[in-house]
């Protein structure tokens, strides 16, 4: 069993920054990759980045790229994600999720995690 922990979550204003941390404990040998997944109010859930835990190739949905960066550290259970130049259509609940799925720019997104958090709410007022 995979634990999923995010934390980092909160208000801030258009054009701030927040940074959201993600920590995965417990039998995580078939974690290939872990992604950041939201879910904002009335709408679907929306893939935004994913990093692959064997070589840390990344992919963002096109609504973040340039202003989101996903990171791991060195043990590849701790996950960040750096929100910068945030709007208010960020707004939502982020979702840290795991599982053994590939990522990269040559493999479309999925939601076909197998482990995931309980998320951490972002508002970004205008």
């Known amino acids: 069993e995979v634990q999923v922990v995010e934390s980092g979550g909160g208000l801030v204003q258009a054009g701030g920054s927040l940074r959201l941390s993600c920590v995965t404990s417990?039998?995580?040998?078939?974690?290939?990759?872990i992604g950041w997944v939201r879910q904002a109010p009335g709408k679907e859930r929306e893939v935004v980045a994913c990093?692959?835990?064997?070589?840390?190739?990344?992919n963002y949905a096109g609504s973040v790229k340039g202003r989101f960066t996903i990171s791991s550290n060195g043990a590849k259970n701790n996950v960040s994600l750096q929100m910068n130049r945030l709007k208010p259509e960020d707004t939502a609940v982020y979702y840290c999720?795991?599982?053994?799925?590939?990522?990269?720019?040559?493999?479309?997104?999925?939601?076909?995690?197998?482990?995931w958090g309980h998320g951490t709410q972002v508002t970004v007022s205008s």
């Open positions: 999720a795991a599982g053994a799925i590939y990522c990269g720019e040559d493999y479309p997104f999925t939601e076909e995690y197998d482990y």
């Open positions: 417990g039998f995580i040998h078939d974690i290939y990759a």
């Open positions: 990093i692959a835990s064997s070589d840390g190739r990344t």
